[in-house]
């Protein structure tokens, strides 16, 4: 398994930029595609973007296209997020996650939190208006 730990949130002002890094260690990095989803108060865990195993493909919900930008490094062993433009509502936990579904990542399963097994424990993003 791989284990997985995100860092960078915090507390920014609307229209700031923030950067998530999320640490892999265990099994082999580049074996797994990456997600990001978030999780606001009260709600549900969403989709954010996704990545494929060597970076060459990337997914976006359609909330953060254009202003988030997801990318990794396999010789570090890092997943990013880069988040501009931030605005009240990317307020959320963020978690990175490893896909571990037997479907192609481009299929819609790549959305669903139940295709990923393996998840960091979470980063918090307030964006204060």
């Known amino acids: 398994q791989v284990q997985l730990e995100e860092s960078g949130g915090g507390l920014v002002q609307a229209g700031d930029s923030l950067r998530l890094s999320c640490a892999a260690s265990?099994?082999?990095?580049?074996?797994?595609?990456m997600g990001w989803f978030r999780q606001p108060p009260g709600k549900e865990r969403d989709f954010v973007a996704a990545?494929?195993?060597?970076?060459?493909?990337?997914y976006y919900a359609d909330s953060v296209k254009g202003r988030f930008t997801i990318s990794r490094d396999n010789a570090d062993n890092t997943l990013y997020l880069q988040m501009n433009s931030l605005k009240s509502e990317d307020t959320a936990v963020y978690y990175c996650?490893?896909?571990?579904?037997?479907?192609?990542?481009?299929?819609?399963?790549?959305?669903?939190?139940?295709?990923?097994?393996?998840w960091g424990q979470g980063t918090q993003v307030t964006v204060s208006s």
């Open positions: 996650a490893a896909y571990t579904s037997s479907a192609p990542l481009y299929s819609y399963w790549r959305t669903k939190v139940g295709s990923y097994n393996y």
């Open positions: 990545i494929s195993y060597f970076g060459r493909t990337v």
């Open positions: 265990g099994r082999t990095f580049s074996n797994y595609n």
